[in-house]
């Protein structure tokens, strides 16, 4: 498993903006991607945007032009972007780190503890 530590969240106003960080205890290089989830009341956790160790990346449509996903091996970080914040963003964000894929399962898929996002003015 890998070691994941976020930081960033907080409360924003509305229109506003926040950038998430995650910070894995090994070399990203040894991850095959890594990925922003959420959990907001009343919903079903979601997938909000995910990277690959190509750079190959993919967004849920209601944060697509809004959040930017970002990976930096050399720091052994991924980072999330977001602006034009709305009410429905709040949430529980937790990153998620998954291992190459082997028969059908990943070798490793490791979570942080999440970080509180509030949208509210």
């Known amino acids: 498993q890998v070691r994941l530590v976020e930081s960033g969240g907080g409360l924003v106003q509305p229109g506003g903006s926040l950038k998430l960080s995650c910070a894995a205890s090994r070399s990203t290089f040894n991850i095959d991607s890594m990925a922003w989830y959420r959990h907001g009341p009343g919903k079903e956790r979601e997938l909000v945007a995910r990277v690959s160790s190509r750079g190959d990346t993919e967004y849920a449509g209601s944060v697509k032009g809004r959040f930017t996903i970002s990976r930096d091996n050399a720091k052994n970080t991924v980072d999330l972007q977001m602006n034009s914040l709305k009410a429905e963003d709040t949430a529980v964000y937790y990153c998620?780190?998954?291992?190459?894929?082997?028969?059908?399962?990943?070798?490793?898929?490791?979570w942080g503890q999440g970080t509180q996002v509030t949208v509210s003015s």
């Open positions: 998620n780190a998954k291992g190459p894929p082997w028969d059908g399962r990943f070798l490793f898929d490791s």
